[in-house]
């Protein structure tokens, strides 16, 4: 007899198993037929999987059967909820208002990490803290934690409390979503193995683990999303939110045509929602092409986003593109009056070299600074 082959916890008889069973059944029949879930039926599904108590087969099925149908906001809902209360509770100090930019991803396009640059340069503007919540890419070309992989942050084995103190003190620090989203390793493999966009990504940005964050931004690829999420906005508890897609349906503000925001905010114990057409035109910026932005493998898409933040695209493209997304954070962050006086501040910023001072000090503060400088030479 193999001692070493290890039950499934489907295949263990019990009666609670059997339930599992059961439930599960229901639920790709729902799914077969395009019934909407409950928020409920949802919440539970997602708890079993975050507990470990599905099967792959299952698990590939539900997301397939979810994305084919088409999620609707209460299923969003259910599935944050379920997220969010399995995951480990952080609050961040700082004095300055505290933002996450992140998006979905599945635009398909190919471009540069934009919101990681963006988020650091805003940060080194001094008026917001970003708490940047982000994965390694699951169907793209790099994510935010590949970015800081590569130049040395350490993702594993860093307390909260040293990311407190470097948020507190430099105003920005990068939350690696596994570390406190424990139960989706059981979802990772499935996710990248089929390889696209299911709703672990479309939710994602709103699972950031720091529950005192004062607004995000988000960008969505799905146009969807645009009406979906301000919905779940208030289950988050921020004081302003900014959702944007770009015509093009990249999960950024483009520099490439017009972009759709729909700003969330909250007033007199409710939520404000209006929407915004900005054309970057408007606000000087040149219109840019989609190859200008696209880069063909991950280290290209990090020395892109690294090269930004150093100052070497001063003027280009690439620059224009990450400043406008800069300037998002900051008018989220209600540290700035209009996107004209965010995008001269980061600027600034960046001829100045503060966002590069921030990230070679967040490096040698925690991480390996031999990575950064190897990294430095490539630009």
Request: aromatic letters at 4%; a positive charge.
């Given at each position: 007899?193999?001692?070493n082959?290890?039950?499934?916890p489907l295949e263990?008889?019990?009666e609670?198993?059997?339930e599992?069973q059961l439930?599960?059944?229901l639920?790709?029949k729902?799914?077969?037929?395009?019934?909407?879930l409950?928020?409920?039926?949802?919440?539970?599904?997602?708890?079993?999987?975050?507990?470990?108590n599905?099967?792959d087969?299952f698990?590939?099925?539900?997301?397939m059967?979810?994305?084919?149908?088409g999620?609707t906001?209460?299923?969003?809902?259910g599935?944050?909820e379920?997220?969010?209360?399995?995951?480990?509770i952080?609050t961040?100090?700082?004095?300055?208002?505290?933002?996450d930019?992140?998006?979905?991803?599945?635009?398909?396009l190919?471009?540069?990490?934009?919101?990681?640059a963006?988020?650091?340069?805003?940060?080194?503007c001094?008026?917001?803290?970003?708490?940047k919540?982000?994965?390694?890419s699951?169907?793209?070309?790099?994510?935010s934690?590949?970015?800081?992989?590569?130049?040395?942050?350490?993702?594993k084995n860093?307390q909260?409390?040293?990311?407190s103190?470097?948020?507190k003190?430099?105003g920005?620090?990068f939350?690696?979503?596994?570390?406190?989203?424990s139960?989706l390793k059981?979802?990772?493999?499935?996710?990248?193995?089929?390889?696209?966009?299911?709703v672990f990504?479309?939710?994602?940005?709103l699972c950031?683990?720091?529950r005192?964050?004062?607004a995000?931004?988000?960008?969505v690829?799905?146009?969807l999303?645009?009406?979906?999420?301000?919905?779940?906005?208030?289950?988050l508890g921020l004081k302003?939110?900014m959702?944007l897609?770009?015509?093009?349906?990249?999960d950024?503000l483009?520099t490439?045509?017009k972009?759709?925001i729909?700003?969330?905010?909250?007033?007199?114990g409710?939520?404000?929602?209006q929407?915004?057409i900005?054309?970057p035109?408007s606000?000087g910026?040149?219109?840019a092409?989609?190859?200008e932005l696209?880069?063909t493998n991950?280290i290209?898409?990090?020395?892109?986003?690294?090269?930004?933040?150093y100052g070497?695209?001063?003027?280009?493209?690439?620059e224009?593109i990450?400043?406008?997304?800069?300037a998002?954070?900051?008018?989220?962050g209600?540290?700035?009056?209009?996107?004209?006086?965010g995008?001269?501040?980061?600027r600034?910023?960046?001829?100045e070299?503060?966002?590069?001072?921030?990230?070679r000090?967040?490096?040698k503060?925690i991480g390996d600074?031999?990575?950064?400088?190897?990294?430095?030479?490539a630009?």
């Open positions: 007899m193999n001692h082959i290890k039950e499934s263990k008889g019990s609670a198993t059997k599992h439930f599960n059944k639920i790709l729902k799914l077969s037929r395009r019934e909407h409950s928020q409920q039926q949802v919440t539970e599904v997602i708890g079993n999987i975050i507990n470990g599905c099967a087969i698990i590939s099925a539900f997301l059967g979810l994305m084919v149908k999620e906001h209460v299923e969003f809902s599935v944050v379920a997220i969010r209360s399995a995951s480990s952080i961040l100090n700082t004095l300055l208002p505290l933002v930019n992140c998006g979905t991803g599945g635009d398909m190919n471009t540069f990490n934009i919101s990681t963006a988020g650091l340069i805003a940060s080194s001094k008026k917001v803290a970003v708490a919540h982000g994965n390694k699951s169907s793209g070309l790099s994510g934690a590949d970015l800081f992989e590569h130049i040395g942050y350490p993702l860093l909260t409390a040293r990311i103190t470097l948020i003190t430099i920005f620090g939350l690696f979503a596994p570390n406190y989203h139960g059981h979802v990772s493999r499935i996710r990248r193995e089929l390889g696209i966009q299911t990504n479309k939710v994602g940005p950031n683990p720091c005192n964050l004062d995000q931004v988000i960008g690829s799905d146009p999303l645009l009406s979906m999420i301000p919905k779940i906005i208030p289950i302003r939110a959702i897609r770009s015509e093009e349906g990249m950024e483009s490439t045509g972009n759709k729909i700003h969330v905010i909250s007033e007199d409710g939520y404000n929602i929407t915004e900005l054309d035109h606000l910026i040149p219109r092409s989609i190859h696209m880069v991950r290209d898409a990090i020395n892109e986003s690294l090269r930004v933040i070497i695209r001063n003027n280009k493209p690439q224009d990450v400043l406008l997304n800069s998002a954070v900051l008018v989220a209600n540290s700035v009056e209009s996107f004209d006086e995008l001269a501040i980061a600034d910023s960046v001829k070299g503060r966002p590069q001072k921030v990230l000090k967040m490096i503060s600074i031999s990575k950064l400088e190897l990294a430095e030479k630009l």
